[in-house]
């Protein structure tokens, strides 16, 4: 009874044992996402926080651009995006070799693998039970195969695989580009804050004092209530969009910290204040228009695209023709009963797959469907980017005309501020005025230092719509103090409409093809800078470019 009870003991222990154990097995498996994110958050912004590059001296257009070129997260995909394209078509090159294989193993059994032999026709036993393998022994062989229509289907799929390394360089471009425009944006913008912002502040102290002591003055019933109430709505309108753009300004700070790598509480010392710019002259819509058709990185990937789809096509077609293929191997065998131990096999086989005859032409018909949607989604493109080219061109005349009648009114209310001051100094006007003359001077400034920014960023759109690289694709990005040399010589071309020259047929093929500019909008009262590149016109090519 003892012994029962002991072995009843055990089993229940055991039991408890097995249970405890599935279940931290059980509790091991199971997810928790909430820590996962935390630990995942915490390395990313500790990650984010040790790549921060401070910065050495003022920050100019050309050294921010530069500095997002080479430290902004999405230039680096897009390279790496590149890089990973290229290695894709090195393994699809590769997929073109015939296949080699080698094989070698042993087996050993426990008796001798004997068999008896039984007459075809007689159903007579004629052998005593025999064997010819040895119940050890070692085999090996060596094995090539190539079927011509595996290979041109490897070469075809090699080819659109080309084709997509050639799509990941123009991705990059354009990555580039929206990288360029935003920088552009946001520093300029950033320029104005850096020179208003120091006066803003005391002004809103101002608006919001003048705001209080005349509702003070409105509960002592001291002046008439409708005159109050609209001085009070004046001033009310006036700080709200003070307010507004300060916001906007100190916005455009944080988002240029962010794109140039450095910490968001860094302060920034641009050395470029906003200044006048010299508009260009007449702007040539044709050629801006075959520039944009055929720089412009969306429609290089279309045309890409549609390469792509091509092949497919003639894919379809081989996989309706007899594969041929041709088979060859060595062995090798270490049983002592054979009496060739070593010998070679060599074949040629032809195989047809009827279903693919079947549906050959259906599949043929539809990749060619493939290649007609592409290229009406690229001549569909072409208009749009027609459109964007014919708009951006209009928003920058618009945005010189404004910058025109913003310096117009930036003067008026200077001098209108200077003449309050002297007026309130003399007595001849309350301060409650001086303060709103230099309010209204203060928003002058502001929408005059916005429109000088809105100026460059519709340059920069203009640009951008036409696809002109600042910097081409395949520029080395890792010397950031060449680079920051290669964008500032651009930025200068760029301010006197120096363009890439499409006229000459053979530019692409030609080395120095490149370094031939033109005035595509002449500058007013600003002479030509020699003629150097702007961008230029072959892109990154892969390791191999289809033919």
């Known amino acids: 009874m003892t012994h029962q009870l002991t072995r009843d003991k055990l089993r229940l222990v055991s039991c408890a044992a097995l249970s405890t154990v599935m279940l931290l097995a059980g509790c091991g498996m199971r997810p928790m996402p909430l820590a996962d994110h935390i630990k995942r958050a915490d390395a990313d912004h500790a990650t984010i926080e040790a790549r921060y590059l401070p910065l ?5 257009l050309g050294t921010a651009i530069a500095r997002a070129l080479k430290f902004n997260y999405d230039s680096q995909v897009a390279k790496l995006e590149i890089n990973q394209q290229e290695k894709q078509l090195d393994l699809a090159l590769m997929q073109m070799l015939p296949h080699l294989a080698a094989d070698a193993g042993y087996t050993d059994r426990s008796n001798n693998n004997a068999a008896e032999s039984i007459d075809e026709f007689s159903n007579q036993r004629s052998l005593d039970y025999s064997y010819s393998e040895m119940p050890s022994h070692g085999s090996g062989d060596i ?18 695989q080309a084709f997509r390394a050639l799509i990941a360089v123009e991705r990059r471009r354009r ?22 912002l120091p006066r803003l502040d005391p002004i809103i102290h101002d608006a919001e004092t003048m705001l209080a002591a005349s509702q003070d003055a409105g509960n002592a019933h001291l002046q008439s209530p409708l005159t109050l109430l609209d001085y009070q709505q004046n001033i009310i309108q006036i700080l709200g969009e003070m307010r507004r753009i300060k916001d906007e300004l100190v916005g455009a700070q944080i988002q240029l910290a962010s794109l140039i790598n450095v910490p968001q509480d860094e302060k920034l010392n641009l050395a470029t204040h ?38 497919d096509v003639y894919k379809e077609i081989l996989k ?15 049983n002592a009963l054979l009496y060739h131990h070593i010998w070679g096999q060599i074949g040629v086989r032809a195989t047809v797959n009827l279903i693919n005859m079947i549906q050959g032409p259906r599949a043929i018909a539809v990749a060619k ?27 920058y005349v618009t945005a010189v005309d ?30 409650a005025n001086r303060v709103r003359h230099q309010m209204a001077a203060l928003l002058g400034q502001l929408e005059y230092s916005r429109s000088l920014a809105h100026t460059h960023q519709a340059l920069a759109n203009l640009y951008a719509s036409i696809g002109v690289d600042l910097v081409p694709a395949n520029a080395d990005i890792q010397d950031l103090k060449h680079l920051t040399a290669q964008v500032e010589h651009s930025i200068a071309l760029w301010e006197n409409g120096r363009l890439p020259d499409l006229t000459l047929p053979d530019n692409v093929k030609k080395p120095d093809a490149g370094n031939s500019t033109a005035p595509v909008a002449a500058p007013v009262q600003q002479a030509a800078p020699p003629a150097t590149p702007v961008a230029q016109m072959d892109t990154a090519q892969p390791a191999a470019t289809p033919g």
């Open 143 to 160: 094995s090539f195969s190539w079927n011509a229509m595996d290979a041109g289907i490897s070469y075809f799929s090699a080819r659109q």
């Open 56 to 60: 050495d001296g003022d920050l100019t």
């Open 320 to 334: 309706m023709m007899p594969g041929i293929g041709a088979i060859g191997n060595g062995n090798f065998d270490s």
């Open 402 to 431: 404004f910058l025109k009648s913003s310096r117009q009114i930036n003067d008026v209310s200077l001098q209108m501020e200077q003449l309050a001051v002297s007026a309130s100094a003399a007595g001849a006007q309350s301060e």
């Open 369 to 395: 469907g493939n290649v007609k949607l592409s290229e009406m989604r690229r001549l569909a493109l072409s208009v749009a980017i027609l459109a964007q080219i014919n708009l951006s061109a209009q928003k």
């Open 175 to 196: 990555a580039i580009n929206d990288l360029v425009k935003a920088v552009t944006t946001n520093y300029w913008e950033a320029a104005a804050a850096q020179v208003m």
């Open 274 to 311: 906003p200044q006048d710019v010299q508009p260009l002259g007449n702007l040539d819509i044709p050629t801006l228009e075959r520039m944009g058709l055929v720089m412009r990185p969306e429609l290089r990937m279309e045309v890409y695209q549609q390469k792509v789809d091509r092949q």
